[in-house]
């Protein structure tokens, strides 16, 4: 008897966690499609790795999209986050800084922060550098299945965030964005469970 219920107490927790994960991915990809993009003091990248000395194909999109935000007039300044990826001599961070140098950007318009691992360490460390410079408004500039999880976590650490995904995204088919959404709604959900417990 005892054995019983419990299967059905995980079978029922199982559902919901599963139903859940479905649910988060339908509004992650729906927010997706979203574009939020206006006037803001800067621009945060999302780190995400490197190749050799130059930045990934997925962080150069990355990039690329926050060039094209400084070089329109949307921001005046860029706050690149990522720290060192394994066997690397160089953080992700300068790796792009020296990226974007070379499309013209000026050094004085240029934010790095070279110590995170993760979305949550870019956030809370992007926020240090806004509240030393003074900038209260940005543009978060990822893939567009993260911009969800990105921007809640952004809210979380007090920036005044807005959504403005690279849409020169490498993730274009659905061979390679299933499992990108797969992925973030697991991470998305976890991420919401883990927001409220104590720290």
Sequence with gaps: MKITRLVKIT???AAVI???????????????????????????????????RLPSPVFKARLDHAIWLYQQGFVKSLILTG????????????????????????ASALF?????????ENMRNAREIMARQKLHTALLVSDPLHMLRLKLIARDNGIDGSSSPALQTRYQSWSTQLPFLLRESFYYTGYQIMRYLPR
């Design 11 to 13: 079978l029922i927790t």
């Design 112 to 120: 790095i922060e070279e110590q995170s691992q993760v979305t949550r």
């Design 18 to 52: 599963l139903s859940t994960i479905a649910w988060n991915a339908v509004t992650i990809y729906r927010f997706s499609l979203e574009d939020q993009t206006h006037k803001a003091d800067c621009a945060i990248v999302a780190g995400a790795g490197i190749a050799g």
């Design 83 to 106: 720290g060192m990826s394994p066997a690397a001599t160089a953080s992700d961070a300068s790796i792009a800084r020296q990226y974007v140098l070379t499309q013209g950007v000026p």
